[in-house]
């Protein structure tokens, strides 16, 4: 039944040698790494002029260079991941490169920071696609927890479907935003040159009285925010198929050009069109009103940036599975996170994102919004991290032309330390938390790896030296009566050991009387132990009863306990047994060192 | 540390044998069993007055004859029950009545009802009390479902630690509110008959023209809403002192005679002041302030009133576990209700209620006033059937003087009918979930005892023929590596029988055949069978392996399956471990007639 369900949902199970035919092509690799960077396209531009209207109207002509600047942080970020991508073939980003230049501590603290923002970019942009949904259908606002809650799910039964089936489904929407944007700026851009817009805007360069530096930074920061989602290729390459690593690279590549040529053309337009930020209606759909009409085109851009604001979750989805992986194997994580489930995907990791990702949203409301900063804080660690690691590998490594890379990376790494510096002081009310979680992110690592070793020092034997035991046995059968349960468990004892002894928990004299009477009548060739029991407990007792033969027969036997466990034909009809033999069993295995042997009885009506 | 937290919490277990000291004296009963009934004085005559109110001021004079009617009703509710609570002297109420009288369906019916409707007035009433708080501290607003929560838990609490704890914990804001509304009402009165009011207020009997029969019905049934709780009595008799039934039947007639007194007083009061309902200042509040002035006798009049709402939830929590129990005995719900936990009480019944009705909070977000007709309706519809009962009982037994108590349970059950009824035609847009859920609780019901039966038919033996049949054994022993958890479990399994198999499942040949090499070095005596799985399960092909054996050896053998499982030290560290080892166990004992035995392998560091 359940497990129909489960093929249903996610496919049939795929054996291990089928993984090479899940492999992403480059299109395909866009259409699923690209979503969450490409989404950004259609708030960052808003971002950076929504700081600026702080300083009137007249300092919106800041936002072209601001965006130019932003632009240019892009460059530096896709040049140096490609530099990344060639170094580390074998995919990494930012938790691999740290590690491996800046030791572990920073590595964790990278892979902390972008797990952290893999759950927050999943919870944030659900809860704004919703946002998106709910300005079309003002109806569906009551039910917008409901709505995000859907494309979770959505989302996670898509990817435990498997990498390459995703990719299928989710392309559409991400070349049809693509091309819908592409339009949208032709027709500005023509527009304008022939002469359709006559807006009053604050010509380049014009002097503004209220602007300050930490203003213009804020904004820059803000822009910067667009950025969120590039470190997601260098992350993926083992996703991609062979030469992993060269394409790869073209796709951040072609990702880096999409990106940046959408960015600074809306931001072109808007300043073009002299575009206020209004909180009821985005610079996106603005622009569109404004170049075509209220007309079918214009809802044709809004739908698909909706879907697409939705689908930046999507980037998570692949990057978060694939980071647990790596900080499994290095036994940070827990193991689960290492095994492929049936599709091939680490479906432990995708659901771990869809629960907590989902526990966000419910908490939140599903109102998200002042997680971005957050988020944004948690990229731009591992950001610098990475480039960092990287100016240190060329030190290190000195190869040929190293010097110029180096260059870049120096850049790099100076420019996203800068912009986390911004965003901490510039919003330090909304991304103070993460001195508190990453701590303890990184602590549990910690906490996990030493479990772990431990655990494998205690396991380990001397196959020489340490050779089975063997002991004698007695079994102890707890019984409530003389049933048929008791009746299989005394048999299956039997066959064991001659060393049986069964135990029953009265109450009072009367159930006590009663039943020595009726097993002295049925008499199973087994010796009946009666306790008992003045506070109406029936573990307290048994548990003193397994002390006293623990102390008597340990030495020479393994103490085994039988406990009978009903199951029922119905999954309902199991809050109507076994509580006692589970509170037994759970008592036992974690209090003494006895064998717990469960024995079904099939209840068959 | 559970145990320690527990302790701290409800206090030490007792004996079985100290049940008669947490009996309760008259007092006390009072105490546990009135708030309900009692705190319903804050709202009953307000609820009278809105209804009528749309019928214009001119019709409040009818307040003073429905308040007289709704008098009426609660005599013959007292009368009546008295009559119950010395023919059924071991308690029962409705459920028993019904069962006994009028056969199994109506007794289920009632029962159902009444145990729906604890979970309604634990829900209902911590809401009540939270919107009084958050009316004295508007900025507790947002924290309205969090307030709730808190009481639920501390009346679970209360409760868990016994009977009359409980009730010397809430015995003095019981009395608080009892004395307090004596003295607003003696002072309102006095200030009445010295003149000391002046309000212009419809004359009695004045005609009124918008008034219709309907309107006065409704009115009447609104204000029978203050009637709620009257019952809990007559269902707590085993909790009494003994003489328990004349204890019972006392403590009723006091319960009694202070909610009518108290509920004439201010409706009298209502009408003299000339006072209009207003939903932002209740009745109370407004003959408190007329009366006294807003200074601290009105507050502290306020304070006890919200107090009162709050603690009207707790007789839910006497008489739930009681008819739980009964339920239970009689096999219609789980086993589990009979248990009395370390204080004595029915703990798994409160602990129950405590989870229902905070999840009731939960979806309704607080807000439960909607749940109010509902809760009404659950409650006169057992009243009906009990009072039925009791007429079918006279006319069997005809025990001296039967006419006049079938009189009097005839109007009874004659007027709660008519309230029935009534509820329903006029408020069925709030009450239709009535007809829906009672038949799924009804039906349960059924399933459960269906349940118990059919398992007591299948477990019974017959003594002298049934006896243990001694088989041999084969176990299979399920491997991961060479490890000392390994060669614990194989000195176990050796132990027990010569037929012991290890298995290994591995995902590739080089894994396999490393493992292989490895057994082959350590040579434990045992063999290795090995499996290959290319979809990287581990469960599927233990679970194929176990046929094949079952296929084998079932006829002959006891076939048992050992999982090591790790006992760590921290619970957190479980998430690391025996992922698979718990899965297995869950297949194998669902899905195979094999024994599951668990090795503890108890992790040191």
Redo the contacts between chains.
């Keep these: 039944m359940m497990s129909r369900w489960k093929r249903l949902l996610i496919g049939r199970?795929?054996?291990?040698?089928e993984i090479e035919g899940e492999k992403l092509s480059k299109l395909k690799a866009l259409a699923v790494l690209s979503s969450d960077a490409l989404s950004s396209v259609a708030y960052g531009t808003e971002q950076i002029l929504i700081v600026l209207m702080a300083a009137g109207f007249a300092a919106v002509w800041y936002s072209i260079p601001i965006s130019a600047a932003v632009l240019g942080l892009l460059l530096i970020l896709v040049l140096s991941y490609r530099q990344t991508i060639f170094a580390y073939p074998a995919g990494g980003g930012a938790y691999v490169v740290a590690k491996d230049n800046l030791g572990v501590p920073s590595g964790l603290l990278a892979g902390g920071s972008l797990l952290v923002d893999y759950v927050l970019t999943v919870a944030v942009s659900s809860s704004a696609g919703t946002d998106a949904i709910t300005s079309a259908f003002p109806s569906l606002h009551d039910h917008r927890v409901m709505i995000a809650l859907v494309m979770i799910v959505f989302l996670t039964v898509m990817n435990l479907r498997g990498v390459t089936e995703s990719a299928s489904v989710l392309a559409v929407p991400i070349y049809l935003f693509v091309i819908a944007v592409f339009v949208l700026i032709a027709s500005g851009v023509i527009k304008y040159l022939t002469g359709g817009i006559h807006a009053a805007v604050p010509e380049l360069g014009s002097t503004v009285s209220h602007i300050s530096l930490f203003l213009l930074l804020k904004a820059f920061s803000s822009g910067c925010s667009a950025l969120t989602g590039v470190e997601a290729v260098s992350n993926a390459i083992p996703n991609f198929k062979q030469p992993a690593e060269r394409n790869a690279a073209s796709t951040l590549v072609m990702m880096g050009t999409i990106l940046g040529v959408m960015f600074i053309g809306i931001s072109l337009l808007a300043y073009w069109y002299g575009i206020k930020p209004d909180p009821e209606n985005t610079v996106v759909s603005q622009i569109a009103a404004a170049t075509f009409g209220r007309g079918w085109l214009y809802f044709i851009i809004q739908g698909v940036t909706a879907l697409i604001l939705f689908l930046a979750a999507n980037t998570a989805y692949s990057a978060f599975p694939l980071l647990a992986f790596m900080l499994a194997k290095d036994k940070y994580m827990?193991?689960?996170f290492m095994?492929?489930?049936?599709r091939l995907g680490f479906s432990n990791g995708i659901i771990f994102l869809g629960i907590f990702s989902a526990l966000l949203v419910v908490a939140f409301h599903g109102e998200t919004e002042n997680l971005i900063p957050l988020y944004a804080v948690g990229v731009f660690i591992p950001f610098t991290l990475s480039q960092l690691g990287m100016m240190i590998r060329w030190i290190k490594l000195r190869p040929r032309g190293w010097v110029s890379r180096f260059v870049v990376n120096t850049i790099g790494m100076l420019t996203t330390l800068g912009i986390t510096l911004i965003f901490i002081v510039t919003k330090f009310s909304q991304v103070w938390m993460v001195f508190i979680f990453l701590p303890l992110v990184i602590g549990a690592f910690y906490r996990?790896q030493h479990?772990?070793r431990?655990?494998a020092?205690?396991?380990?034997?001397d196959?020489s030296q340490?050779?089975?035991?063997?002991?004698?046995?007695t079994i102890v059968v707890p019984v409530a009566g003389?049933?048929?349960?008791v009746?299989q468990s005394?048999?299956?004892a039997?066959?064991?050991?001659d060393n049986v002894v069964a135990v029953y928990v009265g109450?009072?004299d009367e159930s006590i009387e009663k039943m020595e009477k009726?097993w002295e009548?049925?008499n199973?060739?087994?010796r009946l132990i009666v306790l008992r029991s003045?506070?109406?407990?029936i573990i307290r007792p048994v548990m003193k009863f397994i002390d006293t033969v623990e102390w008597k027969t340990a030495d020479t036997d393994?103490i085994?306990v039988l406990i009978p466990?009903?199951?029922?034909k119905h999954w309902w009809?199991n809050?109507?047994?076994n509580?006692h033999g589970l509170l037994l069993?759970t008592y036992l295995?974690?209090k003494?060192?006895?064998?717990?042997?469960?024995?079904?009885f099939?209840?068959?009506?």
């Excluded at 466990?565 to 029922?568: A, L, R, W």
Aim: net charge positive; proline share 7%.
């Design positions: 199970p795929m054996k291990s040698t827990p193991h689960a095994a492929r489930g049936d996990v479990h772990y431990n655990t020092d205690e396991l380990r034997i196959p340490d050779k089975p035991v063997i002991k004698g046995s003389v049933t048929k349960v009746l005394i048999g299956y039997k066959s064991l050991t109450f009072d009726k009548e049925w199973p060739g087994v003045s506070y109406r407990s393994h085994t466990q009903f199951i029922t009809e809050i109507l047994h509580q069993r295995m974690t003494k060192d006895v064998v717990v042997a469960t024995v079904p099939h209840l068959q009506r």
